[in-house]
């Protein structure tokens, strides 16, 4: 059995999306990211970087994974799937990975910090996130012109980029006229996997919940 802590985030998704994907048994806890529960001591033993999600495989000696890209990583080896075995398929999915821990969650978590959380508006800075937001979107449409996902097969590079980019509005970025990589963003939506994971371990609605998540996170920021 796995047990996955998370919260539900772009970062949490991925690591409860590949579980449902892969159908591996897992428990959930959640964690409570305003009240700071993830600098806590206990779990800073098990993530030392103090973030989510993190997994701990009960079912090979408590072996514990942090940083999502490496917990995608570890799912995909430990059962074969979501990423291929030859040198180059597995370096093609293993690209588009870093590019999204690397480009795509970096940038649009400073567009939500600058453009949702910051108390102070500094338009120099929201800009500079946002555009670089959209110019990645661009990079990711290119690909998919010719590509029904990002790397050879659905892979655990399209569930870490899909992750994040389904939220492009909160971030302020647009995927207006990237035809491509809106048919992806809704393929990879329409997969029940995808649907299951995309609500652990709660539904986030924004829309309704907006000014109690904006406070949440500014409590998490300062
Ligand atoms: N590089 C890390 C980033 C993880 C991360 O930033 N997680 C956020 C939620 S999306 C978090 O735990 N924030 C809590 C905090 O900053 O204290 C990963 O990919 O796992």
Not at 106 to 114: R, S, Y
Request: aromatic fraction near 10%.
């Amino acid at each position: 059995m796995i047990e996955l802590y998370t919260a539900s985030t772009p970062n949490g998704w991925k690591a409860s999306i590949a579980l449902e994907e892969l159908d591996l048994p897992y428990t959930v806890r959640p964690i409570a990211l305003s009240k700071g529960e993830q600098k806590e001591e206990w779990y800073l033993k098990l993530n030392p970087n103090g973030r989510i999600p993190t997994i701990v495989d009960h079912d090979n000696g408590d072996f514990a994974v942090f940083e999502s890209g490496a917990i995608l990583i570890y799912l995909a080896e430990k059962t074969g799937k979501l990423m291929p075995r030859d040198e180059k398929g597995r370096s093609q999915v293993l690209q588009w990975l870093m590019f999204q821990m690397g480009g795509i969650g970096p940038m649009m978590g400073q567009a939500n910090v600058f453009y949702r959380y910051a108390p102070e508006k500094i338009p120099y800075a929201i800009d500079r996130y946002q555009r670089e937001c959209r110019r990645l979107f661009e990079v990711l449409d290119r690909q998919l012109k010719d590509h029904e996902y990002l790397a050879g097969e659905y892979s655990i590079a399209d569930i870490a980029n899909w992750s994040w980019v389904h939220t492009h509005e909160w971030s302020g970025a647009s995927v207006d006229g990237l035809s491509h990589l809106q048919r992806w963003l809704a393929a990879i939506k329409a997969r029940p996997a995808v649907a299951r994971g995309r609500v652990v371990p709660e539904r986030l609605d924004l829309g309704t919940n907006k000014e109690q998540f904006i406070k949440g996170a500014q409590k998490m920021l300062a």
